[in-house]
């Protein structure tokens, strides 16, 4: 009889499916944000600030923000699991990585929020 | 079978280790190590693309600014380094979701796609490279 006992934190799978969905959402935000800015040629800087302050894509942006934050968690702690093997370096470059996202996010929507 | 008979079936000379330096790499491995390289590039450098976004919205004189920062042969090539980063890890991406769906796994098109990816973005970056220096 095969008894298969699964174990572990089964924070796997959510972090697996999260990286994939904020990658798609990424990539859908990309071509359209490029495709509109290059409607809106030549770039100058009142273009520019209206576009990024419209009240959609600040929303937009806003969870373009989050999804790549999340994204570059899962894969730089994926990296980090990979080689940094003694638990301390690892927890270590874990709580750093973690600390750089969370300044970085809100540095990103600071800068968003100040439009 | 048990464990044991299985063990003494396998062949007797087998690598002890793979020199990575000396064995060649498939086209999906190379991909693949280039897909985590770019992502670990585009981490590192988050700071200064947050820090040119913050830039180009500051002002009139902050976006001429980031015009004239961007500008720097340095910072340029920079840029483009990110750039391939970024077009890399995006086909990238593609393919490891088509996989997820089961698509295109076998050998041929594993290969093929993974070919293609890794042309796809450095043609790319060429053409977008010439053009934006």
Redesign the interface.
């Given at each position: 009889m095969v008894k298969d006992i699964i174990v572990g934190a089964h924070y796997g799978l959510k972090d697996w499916l999260g990286q994939?969905i904020t990658?798609?959402f990424m990539?859908i935000y990309?071509v359209i944000v490029l495709a509109l800015l290059i409607g809106q040629e030549p770039l100058t800087?009142?273009v520019?600030?209206a576009f990024?302050a419209d009240g959609f894509m600040r929303f937009f942006t806003f969870l373009f923000i989050l999804s790549l934050m999340f994204h570059?968690w899962v894969?730089?702690r994926d990296?980090w699991m990979d080689y940094a093997k003694p638990t301390s370096v690892r927890l270590a470059l874990h709580v750093i990585t973690l600390l750089?996202l969370l300044g970085?996010t809100g540095?990103?929507v600071s800068?968003l929020w100040?439009? | 079978m048990t464990e044991a008979t299985m063990k003494k079936e396998r062949p007797k000379q087998r690598p002890k280790h793979l020199d990575l330096l000396v064995i060649k790499q498939p086209a999906p491995a190379i991909a693949s190590v280039l897909h985590r390289l770019s992502g670990a590039g585009l981490f590192l450098m988050l700071p200064l693309l947050i820090f040119l976004f913050e830039l180009s919205l500051d002002s009139s004189l902050g976006f001429a600014m980031f015009k004239a920062f961007v500008g720097y042969p340095l910072v340029k090539l920079i840029l483009i380094g990110l750039l391939w980063a970024f077009l890399h890890h995006v086909f990238m991406g593609i393919r490891i979701l088509l996989s997820d769906l089961n698509i295109g796994t076998d050998i041929k098109p594993g290969q093929a796609s993974a070919k293609a990816v890794i042309i796809i973005s450095l043609v790319l970056t060429a053409i977008l490279g010439a053009k934006l220096w």
């Open positions: 994939r990658a798609a990539v990309t800087y009142e520019w600030y990024m570059a894969g730089v990296i750089a970085y540095w990103a800068i100040r439009l | -």
